[in-house]
């Protein structure tokens, strides 16, 4: 990762959210650091009323590089959007990449996505994830999947109707290009909109007309708790309501019929890729 100074362009904003992140913030950093490549980067960390350490450890981290910077929230916003929209309002990068702090990037992945996206015109992209429980999980991933990977791979376009059927975006997979950060605007912070933020922001992309490339190989070690739970059916339910919009102007009754084919086709779509995850 380069060192920035003030006359360096920066290529990419990373905007890495952190709420007690101590056990994993390290090697979220680490792991940023190692991916970078050539690109001018800088890593925004930004810290949501921590009460452990994440802060101290942060800290440490930005003393020893020039590009990483802790912004902190004082008080705890209840959800990312606000964390990720600060990120936002201080980023300088021509692309923005987004990381949460249990998650790690694979090596060589911000290199990758940016020849992709000059290769494809894409506004928005994204990667697969390698999905770990545990630290035995971890290490099994780290041996099988830390090597550099190509970049001449073969992407898929996503396309508004496909992220009506289910959300396929990982948040901490994402390159975004700074323009169309500023045509979208910021992520929705209302309560109601809490764990499908990102999918809104996704569909308000696509509905505005951004390519969006999606490469079919992991790009990120992705932290994730085993088996589906009342909070996967309550997001679920949010899903519909924030892709109601979307897929019709209509109300009463045929919006509600709308609501269950949506939720149906949803959970269906999830569990296959979860299947073809576990195959």
């Known amino acids: 990762m380069e060192i920035l100074n003030k006359t360096n362009r920066i290529d990419v904003s990373v905007i890495l959210t952190s709420f007690n992140s101590a056990g994993t913030i390290s090697r979220c950093i680490e792991s940023i650091?190692?991916?970078?490549?050539?690109?001018?980067?800088?890593?925004?960390?930004?810290?949501?009323?921590?009460?452990?350490?994440?802060?101290?450890?942060?800290?440490?981290?930005?003393?020893?590089?020039?590009?990483?910077?802790?912004?902190?929230?004082?008080?705890?916003?209840?959800?990312?959007?606000?964390?990720?929209?600060?990120?936002?309002?201080?980023?300088?990068?021509?692309?923005i990449a987004f990381c949460d702090a249990d998650d790690e990037w694979l090596p060589c992945r911000l290199s990758r996505q940016l020849l992709l996206a000059v290769r494809h015109g894409a506004d928005i992209l994204s990667g697969d994830i390698v999905r770990v429980v545990g630290e035995e999980q971890w290490t099994r991933a780290k041996s099988k999947w830390s090597e550099n990977k190509p970049a001449a791979e073969k992407v898929d376009i996503l396309t508004l109707d496909?992220?009506?059927?289910?959300?396929?975006?990982?948040?901490?997979?994402v390159l975004i290009k700074r323009s169309l950060v500023e045509k979208v605007g910021q992520f929705n912070e209302d309560r109601q909109f809490v764990a499908v933020e990102d999918y809104d922001y996704w569909l308000r992309c696509l509905f505005l007309?951004?390519?969006?490339?999606?490469?079919?190989?992991?790009?990120?070690?992705?932290?994730?708790?085993?088996?589906?739970?009342?909070?996967?059916?309550?997001?679920?339910?949010?899903?519909?309501?924030?892709?109601?919009?979307y897929r019709t102007s209509k109300k009463g009754l045929y919006a509600l019929l709308s609501?269950?084919?949506?939720?149906?086709?949803?959970?269906?779509?999830?569990?296959?890729?979860?299947?073809?995850?576990v195959s």
């Not at 101290?56 to 990720?84: D, F, M, Q, W």
């Open 259 to 277: 609501d269950m084919v949506y939720v149906g086709k949803y959970v269906f779509y999830a569990l296959k890729k979860r299947l073809a995850m």
């Open 33 to 95: 650091i190692a991916a970078t490549g050539d690109a001018r980067v800088e890593v925004l960390c930004v810290d949501d009323a921590s009460t452990d350490n994440t802060r101290e450890i942060v800290t440490e981290y930005a003393h020893k590089y020039s590009n990483i910077k802790l912004i902190r929230i004082n008080e705890n916003s209840g959800g990312p959007a606000k964390p990720r929209n600060t990120g936002l309002k201080h980023a300088l990068g021509n692309w």
């Open 162 to 173: 496909d992220l009506l059927r289910c959300n396929p975006i990982a948040l901490s997979t």
């Open 209 to 245: 007309g951004a390519l969006c490339i999606r490469m079919p190989s992991p790009c990120v070690f992705y932290n994730s708790a085993a088996g589906l739970s009342t909070n996967k059916i309550g997001m679920i339910r949010k899903a519909a309501r924030v892709t109601r919009k």
